[in-house]
């Protein structure tokens, strides 16, 4: 028997958070996932909110992942610590608020989500995660495990992925909010994408204003980023996992649009 994962891409802004609550749970009926991971960090452009987290629930994510903005937000720290379903970073230092992953119950089986964050190219240092990753591995040992790393350099999300081949389910890339055309399946058997993209307003520069993006790279006075208007876009990626032995046995991307 095998079960489909769904992994939806950073939600952006609350028009992204919208377009996700009014898509998510005809995907997960399209694609038949049994267990969904949406990446939420952005979901108040940069942060989130403990309503803003329910949201994402209620729409059918199971688990809710973060990445370098998940303390954006400072009415989210207590939310970290009462909710076992939204992870920050593992590696992130242990003093800060939250858990960087947990064993959930689905309806075949136990699933164990990892969240990392890469060091290559972050404005600040966490912890090793390639070497958290492996401590992690050894607490609570699931068939089913899957990796949210939340980075920004396509090599260090590749070089992650190919470390754990054949010892996770499956390993995607988050935060750079651009769909990449890597799915496949490595091989010894765990899926991978570099990165899934995001769900939030099309006709913009990772979700934002083009012209604040623009005013950015000119070397204009900074301003607080804003969303874009717009059409929104879904994107994210399904994995079939066989429930077993937890090898993935297909992975694909998608993107749903207006």
Known sequence: MSVKILAVGDVVAPSGLDYLCAKLRGLKKYTG????????????????????????????????????????????MEYLDDCPYILRPANFAPQTPGRGWGVFEAPFGRVKVINLIGRCEMDFGPDNPFLAVEKILREEPCAVTLIDFHAEASSEKGAMAYMLDGRVSAVWGTHTHVQTSDAQVLEKGTGFITDLGMTGPARSVLGVVPEQSIARFRGDPRERYSAASGPCKLECAVFEIDERSGKCLSADALRISD
Request: no cysteine; hydrophobic share 45%; charged share 15%.
């Open 33 to 76: 996932a049994g267990f969904t991971v949406v990446n939420g960090e952005n979901a108040s452009v940069l942060g989130i909110t403990p309503q803003q987290a329910e949201e994402i629930f209620a729409a059918g994510a199971d688990v809710v992942t973060l990445g370098n903005h998940a303390f954006s937000r400072k009415e989210i």
